[in-house]
């Protein structure tokens, strides 16, 4: 088992964009756990100066209502990874099993299977979440439901071009000859050993899930109870001439976030494929 | 083991993608009629109004809609206007539905091609460059960058331009697609048209190009490291030769599914830009739609999107076909 983490921590030493990601991301929950403690101020309170520009009282300056950015931006991070990571997981489970389940049993399945995949990658995904989160109410959860239920489909790709790999192999055979179940194989040896390029792409998934919160909040479909950073810049818009500060900041935040789980995954497919790696 | 299936050319191969997207229009159709007609609240009380709502105002309308019927009902009436090319009428503006999005179309339309063709030219231009000067500095920069616009969020790069550009220098105008108060005809109107659309391309531009960048690099990466090309400079080709006659022509293959699938990303960060330049197009009628609870409009617009998405993905989907024959053997 040592022997183990070590080889895994030689591993993520060995690839930059791994080792960056995973320190940027460490950054990042730690902001997000220690939000109070790290915030000047109680994002939701009112301070008297509007639109103050970003000095040692209010780091990234004040909004349109006296808001404290900085504390706003630190807060908004337990928003988007809520979101991000929560969606990226019921995503990444309905992909796994549908794919799991279409390629292992192929045929009939799979012919359907495939095609609803098909069907659903034509869909303008967003303009669906959209939709329903606008008729059906911002909630949180409303939002983190909505993104994972409609973003499974690269995920399920995957993991049926996987499972259609691995039925093949000896050893799911000689299962099969045992008398394992149909459903033991798939759950104790074609999901497991298919999962790591699966969890690569979730962090991926987790990146876009982000990335549609801020699009939703930005147009004003964001859960109005919870600070999160597209709704910072949905204000920050009408304040654009006199405070570049509101939005800047808290976009930053965003790119930053987003990256840092793009990276992870870039570094989890570079050990995947290592013929990636030989090119590079 | 190769296994070429005979029988399947071109022809069958495009009736079951055409099939593919028929289905997939009337699937989206259902999911969205459904969800809208289940959804809480009624639009019927918005249109009448909250300070004094009148009952039979209210009643009278829902008739008129024909929202009192049993949602089925609804939905094979809803249906059968569909065919006759009827979208509805809009519960807001009391006109055609059809009429409301052909008003709006263009201006999207306008938007997305440019930037979309814009994009894979740039793109795929600077990924092949990329890939053929791998591991320079020019390449690392490159890939940095394309990491650091996938992360971008295209609306607050947006934002970011017209801070820059328009608010710190005032070079170009922020919003709408011409100038309102002076009113401009022929080459005039198109250079004003052109210069308001600077920004909204530039930022759809920008946030697309990553795509075609890292596809366009690493397919041609991977062309490099197959056995022929290494079986073709053990002829003694020359390197440039072989670049513009094999490993181009494999690699640029890719770009062209990317293409159409990433137009159903565009047409939605379309949408979001569309706001932030103010841009009178399908993106303001979506949030007003969705704002104003106007039903027929909202499944009138996604119904149009989910066609025009369908459509061009079944001609990419051929031209691909055309262009690469193993894609029929499939």
Same mark, same amino acid.
């Given at each position: 088992m040592i022997e183990n983490s070590q080889q895994m921590l030689k591993a993520i030493n060995s690839i930059k964009e791994l080792k960056v990601g995973i320190i940027l991301l460490m950054i990042l929950i730690g902001i997000a756990v220690f939000a109070p403690l790290i915030a000047t101020h109680d994002p939701y309170v009112l301070n008297d100066e509007m639109i103050a520009k970003p000095s040692s009282k209010y780091i990234f300056g004040t909004d349109g209502l006296g808001r404290d950015v900085f504390s706003m931006v630190v807060y908004g991070s337990r928003t988007s990874l809520k979101i991000g990571i929560i969606a990226a997981a019921i995503s990444s489970v @309905?992909?796994?099993?549908?794919?799991?389940?279409?390629?292992?049993? !192929?045929?009939?399945?799979?012919?359907?299977?495939?095609?609803?995949?098909?069907?659903? $990658?034509?869909?303008?995904?967003?303009?669906?979440?959209?939709?329903?989160?606008?008729?059906?109410?911002?909630? $949180?959860?409303?939002?983190? @439901?909505?993104? %994972?239920?409609?973003?499974?489909t690269g995920t399920a790709r995957l993991m049926r071009a996987q499972a259609i790999s691995l039925r093949e192999r000896t050893f799911i055979k000689s299962a099969k000859t045992i008398g394992e179940s149909e459903m033991g194989i798939l759950f104790k040896h074609i999901i497991p050993n298919g999962i790591f390029p699966i969890i690569a792409d979730s962090?991926?998934?987790?990146?876009?899930?982000? $990335?549609?919160?801020?699009?939703?909040?930005? @147009?004003?479909?964001?859960?109005?109870?919870?600070?999160?950073?597209?709704?910072?810049?949905?204000? !920050?818009? !009408?304040?654009?001439?006199? %405070?570049?500060?509101i939005c800047t900041f808290s976009g930053l935040a965003i790119v930053f976030t987003v990256?840092?789980?793009?990276? @992870? !995954?870039? %570094?989890?497919?570079?050990? $995947?494929?290592?013929?990636l790696n030989k090119i590079k | &083991? /190769?296994?070429?299936?005979?029988?399947?050319?071109?022809?069958?191969?495009?009736?079951?993608?055409?099939?593919?997207?028929? #289905? =997939?229009?009337?699937?989206?159709?259902?999911?969205? +009629? +459904?969800?809208?007609?289940?959804?809480?609240?009624?639009?019927?009380?918005? #249109?009448?109004?909250?300070?004094?709502?009148?009952?039979?105002? /209210?009643?009278?309308?829902?008739?008129?809609?024909?929202l009192d019927k049993p949602i089925p009902v609804q939905f094979v009436n809803y249906v059968k206007n569909i065919l006759k090319g009827?979208?509805?009428?809009?519960?807001?503006?009391?006109?055609?539905? =059809?009429?409301?999005?052909?008003?709006?179309?263009?201006? =999207?339309?306008?938007?997305?091609? *440019?930037?979309?063709?814009?994009?894979?030219?740039?793109?795929?231009f600077l990924g092949v460059y990329a890939a053929r000067k791998v591991g320079t500095i020019f390449d690392r920069v490159m890939c940095g960058i394309s990491y650091f616009i996938d992360a971008t969020p295209g609306f607050w790069l947006g934002l970011i331009f017209i801070l820059i550009f328009a608010s710190t220098f005032k070079i170009l105008p922020t919003s709408g697609m011409y100038d309102l108060r002076i009113e401009k005809q022929g080459f005039a109107h198109v250079l004003d048209v052109i210069k308001h659309m600077i920004l909204p391309v530039s930022t759809l531009t920008i946030i697309q190009i990553p795509l075609y960048f890292r596809i366009s690099r690493s397919s041609v990466l991977q062309t490099m490291s197959e056995d022929f090309i290494m079986t073709l400079r053990a002829t003694g080709m020359k390197e440039s030769q072989i670049f513009n006659k094999y490993v181009l022509?494999?690699?640029? /293959?890719? *770009?062209?599914? &990317? +293409?159409?699938?990433?137009?159903?990303? *565009?047409?939605?960060?379309?949408?979001?830009?569309e706001i932030v330049f103010a841009w009178p197009g399908m993106g303001r009628l979506i949030m007003d739609a969705i704002m104003k609870r106007d039903y027929p409009l909202l499944t009138g617009i996604y119904l149009t999107i989910s066609i025009s998405i369908c459509i061009v993905m079944i001609i990419t989907d051929i031209v691909y076909a055309i262009v690469d024959p193993r894609i029929r053997l499939e």
């Open positions: @309905i992909g796994t099993l549908i794919g799991g389940v279409a390629g292992y049993m !192929g045929g009939k399945v799979d012919k359907v299977i495939s095609e609803i995949i098909n069907m659903f $990658l034509m869909l303008p995904t967003f303009f669906l979440i959209l939709i329903v989160v606008a008729i059906y109410g911002s909630s $949180l959860s409303n939002i983190i @439901i909505v993104i %994972g239920l409609t973003s499974w962090t991926m998934s987790v990146s876009s899930a982000i $990335l549609s919160e801020a699009g939703l909040s930005f @147009i004003g479909l964001g859960d109005p109870n919870v600070v999160s950073w597209g709704q910072i810049i949905a204000h !920050g818009k !009408g304040y654009l001439t006199r %405070g570049w500060w990256i840092s789980f793009y990276l @992870i !995954g870039e %570094g989890m497919n570079h050990i $995947l494929s290592p013929k | &083991m /190769i296994k070429v299936q005979g029988g399947i050319g071109v022809k069958s191969y495009i009736g079951k993608r055409i099939a593919t997207g028929i #289905l =997939t229009i009337i699937f989206s159709f259902c999911i969205t +009629f +459904f969800l809208i007609r289940y959804a809480p609240g009624n639009p019927m009380k918005v #249109l009448a109004g909250t300070d004094n709502p009148n009952l039979e105002l /209210i009643e009278h309308l829902t008739i008129k809609y024909g009827d979208l509805g009428h809009s519960y807001m503006s009391n006109e055609p539905v =059809t009429k409301l999005i052909k008003e709006k179309v263009f201006p =999207t339309i306008l938007l997305t091609l *440019t930037s979309s063709i814009l994009a894979v030219v740039v793109g795929t022509r494999n690699a640029i /293959i890719p *770009t062209i599914t &990317m +293409f159409s699938l990433s137009l159903a990303f *565009t047409i939605s960060g379309v949408a979001l830009i």
